[in-house]
């Protein structure tokens, strides 16, 4: 036998198909009497149940099966009350449980029982069931509504390394668990609505129509059909009534839930934590039992007791602080730890800007999704703090702990806010490089496997690492070419890497030139825009055959004297062209261009530098300087 029950229990699937097809039979099936008494009894077993382990549970998902359950009891209830109302209107009889409940509550007096059974019900549909349904239709929008905000949360503090991946994965799970849950409980609600109807409906339909049977098939005397038929609708509803009730109470206690923990031990803790809360109330009570026609025999004890229980929870919370020390050192030490962690992106105040952090979080709204838009790259938030280290009225802005700018701003000053927020803006772009890391890379391949996952297959990892992949980015972000088109990227790289490929072939610098000529139209573009002409500083061969040299030599061959020279003719050149309202690009041969890139950043990092691969052939050229031999001299 125990083997057999073992077996079954390996298969609860099949377990709940069989309860299922159970609960619609009974809608249909007559059953014995003894049988309905056993149904009973399981259903009230089965409410107070219900009820304790809402009552127990510390978090709502826990219980997540609740609103399955609450459908299947509701079912469950409704296959009793039909059984029970057949064997009513045909036998005029319904078990013993039902005819004891019934006798119980009517003592003979039928008017009484039916107006105590309309009160619970009452009580039931207009109080709990009422008030559980608009709570859950709440509870259900605001968490939808909600659910957004918290992924885009979890994914920034994932993208500015704060979260584990394991930690975020599990976070998303249980912020749509929680979505689930309480979407779920919504509609659940509306079967505990519908059953108090439901019970309603029937019990009239058993005393009208037990009524009509008695009188006109039975042949029963009026005060006898009321007495027989009154006792046994009476003492059903009464028993679906009371699991109803159980049951609606425990879809309240689910909805209601605003904190963790067990209800038995929150409640207590937070009603009676207050000392003077329970001194005013016993004062109050002890007062009120003193006055001439109260009941002082009952309400000076309860004040007694009150004044008693804050007597000695003021006992207890002046000995908190020593109990606690422990957990306050954690606290300081959590805190340093927390001082320690490194933000991507920061700003400090001085303490009296504190006043100015709203307003500037207003202004910084747009920053990231600008970014976003203009380079293809998500930054991590900006973190605010203060200083207490800083003039009172100084700001420095900081990028992975290091100091970027600095300065000074008017309290409640709008529009140095505002100019603050655009320099902002202009040195995460200029530092995006910096920014980007091996998480939001790995988003953007899988952002792009949904659209085209042959290239990412046949790319990542089979032909460069995402390390490789990194570095590539970083260097195209490092002179403000976007990333957007991550799919264009990857098809290039797979185009221009063979199988099997050798470790020079997978160089970040020459990936990134392969890149930049796969990118050329899109980089004309963002450069020139609608214009035609390029005013272009151009290098003369033979500077360019030497920078090249170097480059293939795999040597730094370039003398430092050289760099100099070449970096003040650009500099020299730049300047006189800006004099005259022309913004130049410097123009030179593909294998040259990027270490001369590498060659001049440090004194100029926002000028383009482009090879003649990148320029679109509806663009003309027209020279207006030119770096020559004599820096080679």
């Given at each position: 036998m125990?083997?057999?029950?073992?077996?079954?229990?390996r298969h609860?699937e099949?377990?709940l198909?069989?309860?299922v097809?159970?609960l619609i039979l009974l809608?249909?099936?007559?059953?014995p009497?003894?049988v309905?008494?056993?149904?009973?009894?399981?259903s009230?077993?089965l409410s107070?149940?219900?009820?304790l382990?809402t009552l127990?549970i510390?978090?709502a998902?826990?219980?997540s099966?609740?609103?399955?359950?609450?459908l299947?009891m509701?079912l469950f209830?409704?296959?009793?009350?039909?059984?029970?109302?057949?064997?009513i209107?045909?036998d005029a009889?319904a078990?013993?449980?039902?005819t004891a409940?019934g006798?119980?509550v009517?003592?003979?007096?039928f008017?009484?029982?039916?107006?105590?059974?309309?009160?619970?019900?009452?009580?039931?549909f207009?109080?709990v069931?009422?008030g559980?349904?608009?709570?859950?239709?709440v509870?259900?929008r605001?968490?939808?509504?909600?659910l957004?905000g918290?992924?885009?949360?979890?994914?920034?503090e994932?993208n500015a390394?704060?979260?584990?991946?394991?930690?975020?994965?599990?976070r998303?799970?249980?912020?749509?668990?929680?979505a689930?849950f309480y979407?779920?409980?919504?509609g659940?609600?509306?079967?505990?609505?519908?059953?108090a109807?439901?019970?309603?409906i029937?019990t009239?339909v058993?005393?009208?129509?037990g009524l009509?049977i008695?009188v006109?098939v039975?042949?029963?005397?009026f005060?006898?059909s009321?007495e027989?038929?009154?006792?046994?609708?009476i003492?059903?509803?009464?028993?679906?009534?009371?699991?109803?009730l159980l049951v609606?109470?425990a879809a309240?206690m689910?909805?209601?839930?605003a904190?963790?923990?067990?209800?038995?031990?929150t409640l207590?803790?937070?009603?009676f934590y207050?000392?003077?809360?329970?001194f005013?109330?016993?004062?109050?009570?002890?007062?009120?039992?003193?006055?001439p026609?109260?009941?002082?025999?009952v309400?000076i004890?309860l004040?007694?007791?009150?004044?008693?229980?804050?007597w000695?929870?003021l006992?207890?919370?002046?000995?908190e602080?020593k109990?606690?020390?422990n957990?306050?050192e954690?606290i300081?030490?959590?805190?340093?730890?927390?001082?320690?962690?490194v933000?991507?992106?920061?700003i400090e105040?001085g303490i009296?800007?504190?006043?100015n952090?709203?307003?500037?979080?207003?202004?910084?709204?747009?920053?990231?999704?600008r970014?976003?838009?203009?380079?293809?790259i998500l930054?991590?938030?900006?973190?605010i703090?203060?200083?207490?280290e800083?003039?009172?009225?100084?700001?420095?802005f900081k990028?992975?702990?290091v100091?970027?700018?600095c300065g000074?701003?008017?309290k409640?000053?709008?529009?140095e806010i505002h100019k603050?927020?655009?320099?902002?803006e202009?040195q995460?772009?200029s530092?995006a490089h910096?920014?980007?890391?091996r998480?939001e890379?790995?988003r953007l391949?899988?952002?792009a496997?949904?659209?085209?996952?042959?290239?990412?297959d046949?790319l990542i990892p089979k032909?460069?690492?995402l390390?490789?992949l990194?570095k590539?980015l970083?260097?195209?972000?490092k002179?403000s070419?976007?990333?957007?088109?991550?799919?264009?990227?990857l098809?290039?790289?797979?185009?221009n890497?063979p199988?099997n490929?050798?470790?020079?072939?997978t160089?970040?610098?020459?990936?990134?030139?392969?890149?930049?000529?796969?990118?050329?139209?899109?980089?004309?573009?963002?450069?020139f825009?609608?214009?035609q002409?390029?005013?272009a500083?151009?290098?003369?061969?033979?500077v360019e055959q030497?920078?090249?040299l170097a480059?293939?030599g795999?040597?730094?061959?370039?003398?430092?004297?050289?760099?100099i020279?070449?970096t003040?003719?650009l500099l020299r050149?730049?300047?006189?062209?800006k004099?005259?309202?022309?913004f130049?690009v410097?123009l030179t041969?593909?294998?040259?261009r990027?270490?001369?890139r590498?060659i001049?950043?440090?004194?100029?990092?926002?000028l383009p530098?482009l090879s003649?691969?990148e320029?679109?052939?509806?663009?003309?050229?027209k020279t207006i300087?030119?770096?020559?031999?004599?820096v080679?001299?």
């Amino acid at each position: 036998m125990k083997g057999k029950i073992r077996q079954l229990a390996r298969h609860p699937e099949a377990i709940l198909a069989f309860g299922v097809i159970g609960l619609i039979l009974l809608l249909v099936l007559p059953l014995p009497y003894i049988v309905l008494d056993a149904l009973l009894s399981i259903s009230i077993v089965l409410s107070v149940i219900t009820l304790l382990l809402t009552l127990y549970i510390e978090n709502a998902l826990e219980f997540s099966a609740f609103p399955s359950l609450l459908l299947c009891m509701t079912l469950f209830r409704l296959g009793l009350n039909i059984a029970s109302t057949r064997m009513i209107l045909l036998d005029a009889r319904a078990g013993d449980i039902i005819t004891a409940f019934g006798g119980f509550v009517t003592r003979d007096n039928f008017l009484v029982g039916m107006i105590l059974f309309l009160l619970l019900t009452l009580i039931n549909f207009i109080v709990v069931t009422k008030g559980a349904s608009r709570i859950a239709e709440v509870a259900a929008r605001f968490t939808l509504e909600a659910l957004p905000g918290k992924q885009m949360g979890i994914d920034a503090e994932l993208n500015a390394r704060m979260l584990a991946p394991d930690e975020a994965k599990k976070r998303r799970k249980k912020i749509a668990e929680e979505a689930e849950f309480y979407g779920a409980m919504d509609g659940a609600s509306k079967f505990v609505k519908g059953d108090a109807i439901a019970a309603l409906i029937i019990t009239l339909v058993n005393l009208f129509g037990g009524l009509a049977i008695g009188v006109g098939v039975n042949h029963l005397s009026f005060y006898e059909s009321i007495e027989t038929y009154s006792l046994l609708t009476i003492g059903d509803g009464l028993v679906s009534q009371i699991p109803a009730l159980l049951v609606s109470l425990a879809a309240g206690m689910m909805v209601t839930r605003a904190s963790s923990g067990s209800l038995g031990l929150t409640l207590p803790q937070q009603v009676f934590y207050n000392p003077k809360v329970l001194f005013i109330s016993g004062l109050l009570l002890l007062f009120l039992g003193l006055l001439p026609g109260m009941p002082g025999k009952v309400m000076i004890p309860l004040a007694l007791i009150l004044m008693f229980v804050g007597w000695v929870r003021l006992k207890e919370k002046k000995e908190e602080p020593k109990e606690h020390k422990n957990d306050d050192e954690e606290i300081v030490q959590e805190d340093v730890e927390k001082a320690l962690l490194v933000h991507p992106l920061e700003i400090e105040l001085g303490i009296h800007l504190l006043a100015n952090a709203e307003e500037l979080l207003g202004e910084m709204k747009g920053i990231r999704s600008r970014i976003a838009k203009k380079l293809g790259i998500l930054v991590p938030p900006i973190h605010i703090s203060d200083s207490l280290e800083m003039e009172v009225t100084c700001y420095q802005f900081k990028i992975k702990g290091v100091s970027i700018f600095c300065g000074k701003l008017k309290k409640g000053d709008k529009e140095e806010i505002h100019k603050l927020v655009n320099g902002l803006e202009e040195q995460i772009e200029s530092h995006a490089h910096e920014l980007l890391n091996r998480q939001e890379v790995a988003r953007l391949v899988k952002n792009a496997k949904a659209y085209d996952s042959a290239v990412v297959d046949e790319l990542i990892p089979k032909k460069i690492t995402l390390g490789v992949l990194l570095k590539v980015l970083q260097n195209l972000l490092k002179e403000s070419i976007a990333i957007r088109d991550i799919v264009s990227i990857l098809e290039i790289l797979a185009d221009n890497i063979p199988e099997n490929p050798k470790e020079e072939l997978t160089n970040p610098d020459l990936l990134s030139e392969h890149v930049r000529r796969g990118l050329s139209r899109g980089i004309s573009e963002a450069v020139f825009g609608k214009n035609q002409i390029v005013h272009a500083i151009t290098i003369d061969p033979k500077v360019e055959q030497m920078i090249a040299l170097a480059v293939n030599g795999g040597n730094q061959l370039i003398r430092p004297s050289t760099s100099i020279k070449i970096t003040s003719a650009l500099l020299r050149l730049t300047k006189a062209a800006k004099e005259e309202g022309v913004f130049p690009v410097v123009l030179t041969q593909a294998s040259s261009r990027l270490h001369l890139r590498r060659i001049v950043e440090k004194h100029l990092p926002h000028l383009p530098i482009l090879s003649y691969n990148e320029l679109s052939d509806e663009k003309t050229i027209k020279t207006i300087g030119k770096v020559t031999n004599d820096v080679l001299l």
